[in-house]
């Protein structure tokens, strides 16, 4: 949904986002499993601190080398059991941002201007509009921003 995202200056993918408002709750992200774009750029925000799991390897937007799917089962299943087993001797530690958050993002450039019309018409506390399709929120809370985002998905997908 977006060009750019980044909290207090570093940017953040999806799971950098949901590791920042599990991090609310005291939850640390123990394991992540994609394609090796969003390994490497979660490792980029998190350091090595999950068991990560390459189930493809992205060759454009929108195509991947993919293993079988009971290859992939297999690695799933046996990354959760390392998974588990660490977060069982405390092995990960939850997320976090210095406080206030200031979330700044830019709606895809790709998305037609009605979209960009239904998340100026958000008025959500907080958010000011910064630029043409981008916006600034500051909050101490990030299941704030969590909230956010998903009125922005739920404009997107009208």
């Known amino acids: ?15 950098g986002i949901n590791a920042l408002i599990a991090s609310e709750f005291g939850v640390a992200v123990s394991m ?15 350091g090595n601190d999950f ?34 087993r660490r977060a069982m001797r405390n092995g990960f530690r939850p997320y976090r941002l210095q406080k206030p958050y200031r979330v700044e993002f830019a709606l895809r450039r790709s998305y037609p201007d009605m979209v960009v019309q239904g998340g100026d018409s958000l008025h959500w506390q907080g958010l000011e509009k910064t630029g ?22 739920r404009v997107v997908l009208r």
């Open 132 to 153: 043409d399709r981008s916006y600034r929120l500051v909050t101490s809370d990030a299941r704030v921003m969590g909230y956010l985002l998903d009125a922005i998905e």
């Open 32 to 46: 992540v499993s994609g394609d090796d774009v969003l390994i490497r750029e979660t490792r980029a925000i998190l």
């Open 51 to 84: 068991v990560g799991v390459t189930t493809k390897y992205a060759v454009g937007r929108m195509a991947a080398i993919t293993f079988s799917p009971a290859t992939v089962r297999h690695m799933l299943q046996d990354s959760a059991v390392v998974a588990v």
């Open 1 to 15: 949904a977006f060009d750019t995202f980044t909290v207090n200056g570093t940017k953040l993918n999806e799971v």
